[in-house]
């Protein structure tokens, strides 16, 4: 059963190994099918080394398994909320990677210091209340904050990326982590300055209207 979102959120899991934004079985991806709003999800506990993307579970939007033998994420909840309430999101990746964590553990969002972060995320990557894994707790956080960046921080935890596809939710991740490497060193040495709203405006506004091959 959806064999084509089952590799692509497989390929996905197995690129957060890859690009050093999980260890051993931390963080997961999923990924949602539009036509039938079934989710595809990394199962809880496994290794990412060890993953096939046989062992993927699909659940319904009511977190009831259709296909898989091994119980899904932990998490799972917190990507059906998310889901339910952003219908136009494909795909959902949490991480605790490393430098974006380090600036949810001080509860800090990212202004957009650099013309990446204004490239791919906009005026400000938000972080999140401190919110409890109970229920719909993070999710719940999540939206409080939710602007127009695909990236979220979670404050005392991690990092939750969300696109209208897997493998646009894993890119939001890599370059997230990246841009706060840089910020990390950046402000080691002092205090960035912030882009003006109408430089971020203009970087938002060619990549996300002409830059690639269209």
């Known amino acids: 059963m959806l064999e084509k979102l089952r590799k692509e959120v497989w390929k996905v899991n197995i690129s957060l190994l890859k690009c050093g934004l999980v260890t051993m079985h931390s963080g997961n991806a999923s990924g949602r099918d539009f036509q039938t709003g079934y989710i595809t999800i990394k199962p809880s506990g496994v290794d990412y080394e060890t993953l096939k993307p046989e062992n993927l579970v699909i659940v319904n939007q009511n977190g009831e398994i259709i296909e898989g033998a091994l119980t899904p994420s932990v ?3 917190i990507h059906l909320y998310l889901y339910k309430n952003l219908p136009e999101i494909g795909g959902i990746i949490h991480t605790h990677s490393n430098y974006a964590t380090s600036f949810a ?33 993070i999710g719940k956080a999540i939206l409080e904050v939710k602007n127009e960046s695909p990236a979220v921080l979670i404050k005392n935890h991690g990092v939750f990326t969300l696109d209208n596809s897997p493998e646009k939710a894993l890119k939001a991740a890599v370059m997230l982590e990246d841009i706060a490497k840089t910020l990390h060193l ?28 269209r």
Request: glycine share 8%; hydrophobic share 35%; charged share 25%.
């Open 105 to 137: 553990a001080l509860g800090m969002s990212i202004p957009a210091y650099l013309t990446a972060i204004a490239d791919e995320f906009g005026s400000l990557i938000p972080c999140t209340r401190y919110a409890s894994n109970e229920g719909d707790e």
């Open 186 to 213: 950046a402000l080691l040495k002092g205090e960035p300055d912030i882009l003006p709203p109408e430089e971020v405006k203009k970087w938002w506004d060619r990549y996300h209207s002409w830059y690639g091959q």
């Open 75 to 77: 998490d799972m909840p």
